[in-house]
Every structure is written in structure tokens, then in C-alpha cells.
């Protein structure tokens, strides 16, 4: 009978700590695999605001428990190559997809993100912070307010994804 009992509580936490987000309960873990749905740009003090890779972008955020994460978002109607790769079709691949990895933190609703390697490499070695939110399978990210790549205004970006794993 005493084995039944803790085989049964070794399953129970067995079960518990396979789902980091089922662990967790009203809390749900970030880590995991989650698959892109929106990345909005927003000029900040501006209600100007553009869907940076079209309304149905491509792409995945990956956060291990170890504290890793990598990304990488596409606009799904980008263009494919008729041949060769040419320099000009590496220039449009490129204007159409980000990508990024290094380590993150998380405090409260805050998730600080330490770039290491980036697809475009003035985001290396920078930090970004997120204002994070899970609801249901839904992650809501939104940064601090950053200096626009282009040169432009000050943006952030809202990013939403699905849980896909």
C-alpha cells in the first residue's frame, strides 16, 4: 500500500512539472514554444501603427527554462528567388524577417531580454524589456518604448503569440 501511495505521488508530480505552464497554474510559465500571430509596430505619441511582417506573419519565439530564448519572425508573402540568389534578392529576404537570441529574466510582468546574436547586429548585445501577459494560450509582449532601426520616431512593438507547445 505505502508503494502504491508514492508511486502515486510521483506521478502526480511527474505530470505537474512535464507542462511548465500546467505546473504553474494561475500562473503559467513563458517557457516553451510559441508560435507568432501579430507583430505590430506603434510610432510612440502617434496613433500611426503597421503590422511589420503583414497580418498573417510566420515565425517562433522559443524560452527554455534555463532562461535561453531565440526568435525569428517572417512576412509569409515574401518572395521566393526565381534562381540564384541574387544580392537584391538577399536585400528583400532580409527587409522581411527578424531574428534574435540570447537570455532572458523575468520580474513580475517584466521579461528582460539580453540579445547575443541578432539578424540584424546593432540589436546584438543590446537589452530589450517586455510587459508581459499570458491569457489562456495567448502571450502578449510589449516593449519599452525603442529608437526606430529606419532612423524614425521612437516605436515599441506588440508581439502575440499562440502556445504551440
Not at 494561475?26 to 501579430?38: A, D, F, M, Q, R
Not at 534555463?66 to 532580409?94: C, Q, S, W
Not at 494560450?137 to 532612423?151: C, E, F, H, N, R
Amino acid at each position: 500500500m505505502r508503494h502504491a501511495f508514492i508511486v502515486s505521488v510521483a506521478l502526480i508530480f511527474a505530470s505537474g512539472w512535464s507542462d511548465p505552464a500546467l505546473a504553474q497554474g494561475s500562473n503559467p510559465s513563458i517557457v516553451g514554444v510559441w508560435k507568432l500571430t501579430s507583430f505590430l509596430r506603434k510610432e510612440v505619441g502617434s496613433d500611426k501603427s503597421v503590422q511589420a511582417f503583414g497580418d498573417d506573419p510566420g515565425g517562433y519565439r522559443i524560452h527554455t527554462k534555463g532562461g535561453h530564448v531565440f526568435y525569428m519572425f517572417v512576412d509569409r508573402n515574401r518572395k521566393a528567388p526565381a534562381g540564384a540568389v541574387t544580392d537584391v534578392d538577399r536585400i528583400e529576404l532580409f527587409k522581411t524577417m527578424t531574428a534574435a537570441g540570447g537570455t532572458y529574466e523575468i520580474t513580475g510582468d517584466k521579461l528582460v531580454f539580453r540579445a547575443e546574436v541578432a539578424s540584424n547586429q546593432s540589436m546584438a548585445g543590446r537589452t530589450l524589456t517586455y510587459h508581459y501577459q499570458i491569457a489562456g494560450k495567448t502571450l502578449t509582449m510589449t516593449t519599452d518604448p525603442v529608437k526606430s532601426a529606419t532612423g524614425g520616431p521612437e516605436v515599441f512593438f506588440v508581439t502575440t503569440c499562440e502556445r504551440a507547445e
